[in-house]
């Protein structure tokens, strides 16, 4: 499994990158899959990977609450500190801990790739998914 940001990435940049990578499987956390970017919208960007036998899922589950995001620029910040002791309690409960565990088999079974913006992973919400399915026993390589 690797995390993946399209920030900085025209589609077809990232579609390379992914067949580069030998991704099968394709995971969207964003909360809403829309970008300005061209071909980076839900439907296009699905319709790309679906051009290269790559399979594209959004999982909204997975997403992280717009109220949340801006704190993660600065990790260790009192306020990126508690951005992502949030974010980590919605991925290890309910819907999102369900989603983490559908991850985490789907991880065993292809090469899955997490994607969202940031091209930083530090500054992203993608770095805490990973975590999880570490934490859940499957091999992930970032």
Same mark, same amino acid.
């Given at each position: 499994?690797? +995390? ?13 990158? #992914?067949?580069?990578? @030998? ?11 829309? $970008?300005?970017?061209? +071909?980076?919208?839900?439907?296009? #960007? $699905? ?22 995001? $801006? ?7 009192? *306020? +990126?500190?508690?951005?992502? *002791? ?6 290890? $409960?309910?819907? @999102? ?5 559908? #991850?985490?088999?789907? *991880? ?10 940031? *091209? ?20 992930? #390589?970032?």
């Amino acid at each position: 499994m690797i +995390g993946v940001g399209y920030e900085g990435l025209t589609v077809d940049q990232l579609v390379a990158r #992914l067949k580069a990578e @030998g991704v099968e499987v394709l995971v969207d956390v964003r909360l809403t899959p829309l $970008s300005r970017k061209p +071909g980076l919208s839900k439907r296009a #960007l $699905s319709a790309a990977l679906a051009a290269e036998d790559i399979r594209y899922i959004h999982d909204r589950r997975l997403g992280n609450p717009k109220e949340n995001r $801006s704190a993660y620029a600065d990790a260790e910040s009192d *306020a +990126g500190i508690a951005a992502r *002791a949030r974010y980590r309690a919605q991925i290890n $409960s309910g819907d @999102g801990a369900d989603a983490v565990r559908d #991850l985490a088999t789907l *991880a065993k079974e292809k090469v899955v790739a997490v994607l969202c913006f940031e *091209a930083d992973q530090a500054h992203c919400h993608r770095e805490q998914v990973i975590a999880a399915v570490r934490d859940a026993d499957v091999s992930v #390589l970032v």
